[in-house]
């Protein structure tokens, strides 16, 4: 889990696909954290993205860090303790402390609960980690 946190954070921006109604729904992201063993991501629930994981929480991630690129699918739950909001925004401050606050009401952290990570190459064996 730890090669999956480093790459997506290398990353800068990734890519978050939910789907609502069989249509594929991408947005860029780009703040994740460990807690407690578990991948997190954050957004705001007052959001479209929110609703469809609610919905949904079958989603995949991309994203691309010189000439490789990593694919993470999975299923993710709401977690709504504070210590995993303030994880977050202690991982993530510079990038979330303008639009959060970590008991604001709308900050709302994600983890997979289950899922599996591959980072690939054209010029190597792609590697695979469960999450």
């Not at 957004?43 to 929110?50: L, R």
């Not at 402390?97 to 709308?106: L, P």
Request: proline share 3%; glycine share 8%.
């Amino acid at each position: 889990m730890n090669e999956v946190l480093a790459y997506l954070r290398d990353c800068g921006t990734f890519y978050l696909a939910t789907s609502a109604d069989g249509q594929p729904r991408v947005r860029p992201f780009g703040a994740v954290c460990a807690f407690e063993g578990g991948l997190y991501i954050v957004t705001n629930n007052q959001k479209e993205v929110y609703r469809q994981m609610k919905a949904n929480p079958k989603v995949e991630i991309c994203g691309m860090h010189r000439g490789t690129w990593i694919r993470l699918e999975g299923e993710v739950a709401e977690d709504e303790r504070r210590e995993a909001r303030a994880a977050m925004m202690e991982a993530n401050r510079a990038a979330l402390s303008g639009m959060y606050t970590i008991d604001d009401g709308r900050m709302t952290v994600f983890r997979f609960v289950r899922g599996a990570a591959k980072i690939c190459a054209f010029t190597a064996e792609p590697r695979t980690f469960a999450l």
